[in-house]
């Protein structure tokens, strides 16, 4: 483990992003799609923030269609941003706007809605940025013609890591602001 929720430094991040006004989610563990752990996680990171986590992201995207959608609705998640690739951009379901997961153990539409993940900073890694920019600019366009609801991830380590990835940032951010991106936060509301 990286970090633990209880940590001194993990209280204090937490304390800032929530006075930005930012979400916190819960980054479900390696295991947790195996261990059906992510009620206990979430509940760990809840005592610490002292108020109720709605998202979540699988570590490392690890994404199971059969079990996760029934495993996150148990374990009271609403949004889920687990769907979409670490190598490559593009909408793993098909789509570029939010959706109702569908609950194959149930048979039914699940309550979680998966925000596409049309973009990671992995990408970056090993590739030149300013070929990534224009795809990542097409990509967007296709979402925005469907008047789309798309996220991207970047992790604060990666920043670290890879020095052209701040400037990259930057770009990116630069590109959704010139779209009319919202990039307030809010989180759709989808019908049920």
Not at 70 to 97: H, T, W
Not at 113 to 125: C, E, G, H, K, R
Not at 182 to 192: N, T, V
Request: charge should be positive.
């Amino acid at each position: 483990s990286r970090c633990d929720i209880r940590w001194t430094s993990s209280r204090e991040i937490l304390h800032l992003i929530t006075q930005g006004g930012m979400t916190v989610g819960l980054h479900g563990s390696y295991y947790a799609r195996e261990d059906d752990s992510y009620r206990a996680e979430k509940e760990r990171v809840e005592q610490v923030l002292g108020k109720a986590v709605l998202c979540h992201r699988n570590h490392y995207l690890r994404f199971d269609p059969v079990r996760m959608w029934s495993q996150l609705e148990s374990a009271g998640i609403r949004y889920d941003f687990s769907v979409g690739f670490n190598y490559r951009m593009g909408f793993r379901a098909g789509c570029g706007n939010a959706y109702r997961g569908f609950d194959i153990a149930s048979n039914q539409p699940s309550s979680v809605i998966a925000i596409p993940l049309l973009f990671m900073d992995t990408m970056v890694l090993g590739r030149d940025p300013a070929v990534i920019l224009p795809e990542l600019r097409k990509a967007l366009e296709a979402a925005r013609q469907v008047n789309g609801c798309v996220s991207l991830l970047f992790h604060p380590e990666s920043f670290l890591i890879e020095p052209r990835l701040f400037p990259f940032f930057e770009s990116v951010l630069q590109l959704c602001k010139e779209m009319g991106a919202d990039m307030s936060g809010r989180l759709p509301s989808l019908g049920r």
